[in-house]
C-alpha cells in the first residue's frame, strides 16, 4: 500500500502507517482538522489532533517536502503564524484637576496632567506544538534538507492597546481686575476718580473770583469817598 502526499495534504487522523509514504515535488502534510459531509449532508469538523504517528517500511521523498500543523482554523500555518491579536480594551486615565473659580490676571494657570491609561491586556498564547513520531525503515532522499519538519511552537499574539492618557485640563478663566467706576468730584483711587478731583478744584477757584472782585470794587468807592 502506497500514499501520496502531492500538493497539500490535510491530516486529522494520529496514526499514519502504511507500506511506502511517497511525497511528491513540495508537497506538505499537515496534521489538522478536517471538515467532512455527514450522511445528512451537512458539514462536520473532526476533532482537533495533538500527535501524529508515521508508521512506514519505506518513505521516498522527490524533491523538497515538509511536515506542519494547522490547528487553529486561521490563515496560514500555526508555526508560521502568531496568535490572534488581544481585542480587548481597557479605560483611558483619569481627568486631571484644576483650580476652580476664576485665575489671576493675565494669564491662569493650566491644568494639572491626566492619570495614566490602564495598562493593555496581556496577548493570546500560542498554541503549544503537538507530538509527531515518525518509525521508517527506509528513507530514499536526494537532498540533505529534503524534507522540513515544521512543528514550532505557535507564538503569541500581540498585547491590547492600553488606555490613553487625558490630556490636560483647560485653564482656568482669565479676567481683568475689576476696575469700579470714578466718582465725580472726589479723589478716587483711580485714575478717573483723580481727574474729577481737579475738575472740582478748578470750579471752587473760578466760583471765587467775582468775590474778590466785588471787595475790590469797595475798596475803591471807599477811597473815592
Do not use: C, W
Not at 480594551?89 to 476664576?102: D, K, L, R, T
Not at 503537538?130 to 534538507?145: C, G, K, M, R, S
Not at 467706576?181 to 479723589?187: E, L
Amino acid at each position: 500500500m502506497t500514499v501520496t502526499i502531492a500538493g497539500v495534504v490535510r491530516y486529522d487522523d494520529v496514526v499514519l502507517m502504511t507500506d511506502t509514504l511517497e511525497f511528491k515535488t513540495n508537497s506538505t502534510l499537515v496534521l489538522a482538522p478536517v471538515t467532512r459531509l455527514t450522511e445528512q449532508g451537512g458539514p462536520s469538523s473532526s476533532a482537533i489532533p495533538r500527535t501524529l504517528t508515521i508508521v512506514a517500511d519505506r518513505i521516498t521523498i522527490e524533491d523538497h517536502a515538509e511536515i506542519t500543523y494547522d490547528l487553529d482554523g486561521l490563515s496560514g500555518y500555526d508555526p508560521d503564524t502568531p496568535a490572534p491579536p488581544q481585542g480587548g480594551a481597557v479605560s483611558n486615565g483619569g481627568n486631571g484637576s484644576s483650580i476652580p473659580g476664576e485665575g489671576s490676571y493675565p494669564q491662569a494657570s493650566n491644568g494639572g496632567d491626566g492619570g495614566p491609561g490602564a495598562t493593555g491586556l496581556r496577548g493570546n498564547p500560542g498554541i503549544n506544538a503537538p507530538t509527531l513520531e515518525i518509525f521508517a525503515n527506509e528513507v530514499t532522499q536526494h537532498h540533505p534538507d529534503a524534507i522540513k519538519i515544521n512543528f514550532k511552537g505557535q507564538d503569541g499574539g500581540k498585547g491590547g492597546k492600553g488606555g490613553e492618557e487625558t490630556e490636560e485640563t483647560e485653564e482656568t478663566a482669565r479676567k481683568e481686575p475689576h476696575q469700579p467706576p470714578a466718582t465725580h468730584g472726589t479723589t478716587g483711587t483711580n485714575a478717573l476718580g483723580s481727574l474729577g478731583a481737579e475738575e472740582t478744584a478748578e470750579k471752587e477757584e473760578t466760583q471765587g473770583y467775582p468775590e474778590r472782585e466785588a471787595q475790590g470794587e469797595t475798596e475803591e468807592t471807599s477811597r473815592s469817598s
